[in-house]
């Protein structure tokens, strides 16, 4: 099989780095539910991103056994669908009413509509090798997609001056996935697998480059301002940033997207203490003594 047999012995050591790489960033968002599971809230973040990640290890599952020589993709792209599962199980256990319903929706959507449409069509309109090329272009298509979402990430981090949300280890990590991945592609000449982990490579090195830039530089803050839907009246708030990550599995691909909730009008910007965003709502009184203060927290 190609990327396990003797005669390949490169491929095969790249084909399993590449495995042990993606699945530790598989574990990345660990720490995001073990949260959630302790405070019984999403606390805002969203399911979408590992609705799509559990999309791209389905498709890249169904290549593999079409080709049916991948089985190094099939192992991590098998854990991929686990992992990813059980974040979209948890979630929909602690989530708020209306985040349930879109996250079966967008599952029902993507999970079932979407690739259930790609399967009927590549069985009834193609066979043979012609059904691997025109599946592998379906891949190739929506990695890159992917691959294309560090975007936000890096016109945020230009215009706040900030690395925060861009970690210098997460980014070499993520070109070092892809490197390993674009070497397993070439070395078993699979364009499909390769060829997503070029820009996949050259997204990680301007991340690289960000970081080095940055890092020493005052940060500056970038609120945007939005129109307030509950009035007529024009208000504009400062909202927070949406803040996205990404991470690259060469084949496979996994994001965590962390969307804080919106600031009421009238309500004072969050300020940072002790890592963590609190507002004060204070009650007509004396200067000197406050009546009252309620405690708005975001994670």
């Excluded at 080709?67 to 929909?92: D, H, P, Q």
């Excluded at 509509?113 to 066979?127: A, D, H, N, R």
């Excluded at 070499?172 to 996949?200: H, M």
């Excluded at 009650?283 to 994670?299: L, N, P, R, W, Y």
């Amino acid at each position: 099989m190609g990327g396990v047999s003797l005669q390949h012995p490169w491929a095969f050591a790249f084909g399993l780095l590449g495995n042990v790489i993606s699945f530790m960033t598989y574990l990345a968002p660990l720490p995001t539910f073990y949260r959630i599971y302790r405070s019984k809230s999403t606390q805002g973040f969203q399911s979408v991103p590992y609705v799509v990640a559990l999309f791209n290890a389905m498709l890249w599952i169904y290549y593999a056994l079409l080709k049916s020589n991948e089985c190094l993709l099939i192992t991590i792209n098998s854990a991929g669908c686990i992992i990813e599962t059980i974040y979209i199980v948890i979630y929909l256990t602690y989530a708020p009413k209306q985040a349930k319903l879109f996250t079966a929706k967008i599952l029902l959507l993507l999970n079932v509509g979407v690739f259930g449409l790609i399967l009927l069509l590549t069985l009834l309109l193609s066979e043979g090798e012609k059904r691997v090329v025109m599946l592998g272009w379906v891949c190739v298509g929506f990695s890159v997609s992917v691959f294309i979402a560090p975007l936000s990430v890096i016109c945020l981090v230009v215009r706040t001056r900030s690395v925060e949300f861009m970690p210098f280890s997460l980014s070499l990590s993520l070109t070092i996935s892809s490197v390993v991945w674009f070497l397993y592609g070439l070395l078993i000449k699979d364009k499909y697998v390769a060829l997503p982990n070029i820009l996949g490579f050259a997204f990680g090195v301007i991340q690289m480059g960000l970081c080095a830039v940055y890092r020493n530089a005052t940060p500056t803050t970038a609120p945007k301002d939005v129109d307030d839907p509950m009035t007529n009246h024009g208000t504009t708030v400062k909202a927070p940033e949406h803040v996205v990550h990404i991470a690259k599995l060469g084949p496979v691909a996994g994001l965590e997207l962390n969307t804080h909730y919106p600031v009421k009008p009238g309500m004072p910007p969050p300020m940072k203490e002790n890592g963590k965003a609190h507002a004060s709502v204070m009650t007509k009184g004396s200067v000197d003594k406050v009546d009252k203060a309620t405690h708005i927290e975001q994670v």
